[in-house]
């Protein structure tokens, strides 16, 4: 049982978002006041800088001093609709005073100033950055940059209502929703083309792209089932299932050499997913929950689908979660300039095939490191390697 006191929200550090760069080696927090900068190997402190002003996000460039800042929290430091909290002991209650204008600001921290800067007319949801390209998504639109300075737009795409702000950027593809619920787009940077997956019947709710940019994952608001989809042919290459009940899937995120794909849940989950590289191969029987049930016929699906082959928990820290969230994340409840809303949860990344780190943002910031191994028959084994509480 948590015995610890309910901690204000005025008092300590409060990380309202958490987002990592390309290679996963770092992770960067939004702050009321500035943003913070941790290795994630061993979540240690690399930089920090206070604005006077709050960040609701901020997506790091590889390792340089480029950042991609959008203004968040009570009293945001670029224009981004400004509030004020309505309980102390709920950071979610917001008031809100509409802003005329949203920006996106490229910060250079080696000279401390704006090296570019994007307006736009209505809340900037997510914003995504690589060394050639920018990704800014709106509500109901995303809009593709080359980055120059200024940055050169060259796509733009209409989308349906995305307030988690779902957008992946990769080396070479963009993928992100599409026109009708569940559908994603998926962007090619160089023959700047669209693929269409077909993806759920209900809003997607997570998205995720392996290394090289052969497989999407995809989940829905629905939370039982993750699809995987072969790129550029757009064909499902096979689907898993985390549960038979619903659940909220926080965040898909595949293995460098993508043959694990991790997937984490509002139930405090991480499951680990065998990635079948022979679509026509018979599935692993240790991923067959059900055992000899799995070829009974006529026995409801759920007895035949692919399990996760390792499952752990990890902790999600104080801040609502799951059902809670995602109820304040449609009621217009959101903290402004923070993607989807509503604290970051259970953001997975990978440092090397064997490393997994999971970060969380709110009043109980937290980061854990995994190790993913197999056992003498094959059978993965995950475990947990250390944890700590990184803005303390």
Not at 21 to 39: E, I
Not at 216 to 225: E, H, I, N, P
């Amino acid at each position: 049982m948590n015995t610890r006191p309910v901690l204000d929200s005025y008092t300590g550090p409060f990380a309202l978002s958490a987002s990592f760069n390309n290679d996963n080696s770092h992770f960067s927090v939004a702050l009321y006041d500035g943003f913070r900068v941790f290795n994630s190997r061993t979540a240690e402190l690399t930089l920090a800088r206070e604005f006077g002003g709050g960040i609701g996000s901020v997506e790091m460039l590889g390792i340089t001093r480029y950042m991609a800042l959008v203004g968040g929290g009570r009293q945001p430091k670029f224009p981004q609709n400004k509030v004020r909290n309505l309980s102390p002991q709920d950071v979610l209650e917001w008031d809100f005073v509409h802003a005329d204008r949203y920006e996106v600001q490229i910060w250079n921290d080696k000279t401390q100033v704006v090296a570019a800067s994007l307006e736009f007319k209505t809340a900037v949801q997510r914003v995504r950055i690589s060394r050639t390209h920018l990704v800014v998504v709106l509500l109901n639109s995303v809009k593709i940059y080359k980055m120059r300075s200024p940055p050169v737009k060259i796509a733009e795409y209409e989308t349906v209502d995305n307030p988690l702000g779902l957008c992946c950027l990769g080396t070479n593809i963009v993928a992100f929703p599409g026109l009708t619920p569940g559908q994603v787009k998926v962007f090619n940077l160089e023959a700047e083309n669209i693929t269409i997956l077909p993806g759920h019947q209900s809003p997607l709710r997570a998205i995720g792209l392996s290394q090289n940019g052969d497989m999407v994952a995809t989940a829905s608001r629905q939370g039982t089932l993750i699809r995987l989809w072969s790129y550029p042919s757009g064909s499902k290459i096979t689907e898993f299932r985390r549960g038979i009940d619903p659940a909220v899937i926080l965040s898909l995120a595949f293995s460098p050499n993508g043959r694990i794909l991790a997937a984490t849940s509002d139930k405090s989950t991480l499951h680990l997913f065998d990635v079948p590289h022979d679509p026509t191969a018979e599935p692993n029987p240790n991923t067959q929950r059900w055992g000899i049930l799995a070829k009974v016929p006529l026995l409801p699906r759920q007895f035949s689908d692919t399990y996760a082959s390792a499952t752990i928990k990890f902790e999600l820290g104080d801040d609502p979660v799951g059902a809670a969230a995602e109820r304040y994340s449609t009621m217009n409840a959101l903290i402004p300039g923070v993607p989807g809303g509503t604290p970051t949860k259970g953001l997975a990344g990978w440092l090397d095939d064997h490393t997994l780190v999971i970060v969380s943002a709110g009043k109980d910031a937290r980061w854990e490191r995994f190790i993913v191994g197999a056992d003498s028959e094959g059978r993965c084994l995950v475990g947990r390697e250390g944890w700590k509480r990184y803005l303390e």
